[in-house]
């Protein structure tokens, strides 16, 4: 079982849509990332959270300390907002967990 | 915010050749940087830890005289591909640890081509 798990795994979607990517892991955590990797290659942190929720702009991550679980939310998505996002956990030498990705495509 | 600024971000090199990717840590002291590689459509993949002053953890199965990894200073590391062949044509991506509350900080990548 890998250690952090992210669903969908592909995910296509209107312009407009409320997009939720979740991610779950197994170990114990600090903190959880939310990155965002463009077509480009360039890898974006979006949040580092390690309890409740955080927002900024159209993004909400939230996380369940207890459920080891957190999700992403986009909320009006566009287009632009296409790109891989990545939730990642720091073991304890601070090398991050990946999870596999979440491939989004917003249609216009 | 704090930054790390890769370069260059995109090289072709003749096989054979090497080629030296460098990680700068702009407004901050980068004690550790992590340095990952990425086939297409994969996910990255941890190839070594580099410590300031110190010699490079290598992921297992990472050849490490093959990639050698230099973090001489608190604000500059760098990855050098010795005798590159096709198959390390590869997306290259440095990340550093900020501080104690884990922030990470990404370059913003190297695509390399090896004809």
């Known amino acids: 079982k890998n250690e952090v798990e992210q669903s969908p795994q592909n995910l296509t979607a209107q312009e407009g849509e409320f997009i939720t990517i979740n991610c779950s892991y197994s170990v114990g955590i600090s903190a959880l990332h939310w990155l965002q990797q463009h077509p480009g290659g360039g890898i974006v942190s979006l949040f580092m959270?390690?309890?409740?929720?955080k927002k900024h702009g159209r993004l909400i991550a939230t996380i369940n300390i207890q459920e080891k679980h957190s999700s992403l939310h986009i909320t009006a998505s566009h287009p632009r907002d296409s790109a891989v996002y990545i939730c990642?956990?720091?073991?304890?030498?601070?090398?991050?967990?990946w999870g596999a990705g979440t491939k989004l495509i917003i249609k216009p | 915010g704090a930054v790390v600024s890769q370069h260059p971000s995109r090289v072709i090199c003749k096989s054979g050749t090497s080629v030296k990717i460098e990680c700068r840590s702009l407004?901050?002291?980068?004690?550790?940087m992590f340095w990952y590689r990425q086939f297409p459509k994969q996910s990255l993949m941890l190839m070594a830890t580099s410590n300031e002053g110190s010699k490079a953890t290598y992921e297992q199965g990472v050849e490490k005289d093959k990639f050698l990894i230099n973090h001489a200073s608190l604000t500059l590391s760098t990855l050098t591909v010795t005798s590159a062949h096709p198959e390390d044509s590869s997306f290259y991506i440095c990340s550093a640890r900020m501080d104690e509350n884990y922030g990470y900080t990404f370059g913003s990548g190297t695509r390399l081509t090896v004809v």
């Open positions: 990642a956990v720091p073991d304890s030498n601070y090398q991050l967990i």
């Open positions: 407004d901050f002291q980068a004690t550790t």
């Open positions: 959270l390690s309890s409740g929720k």
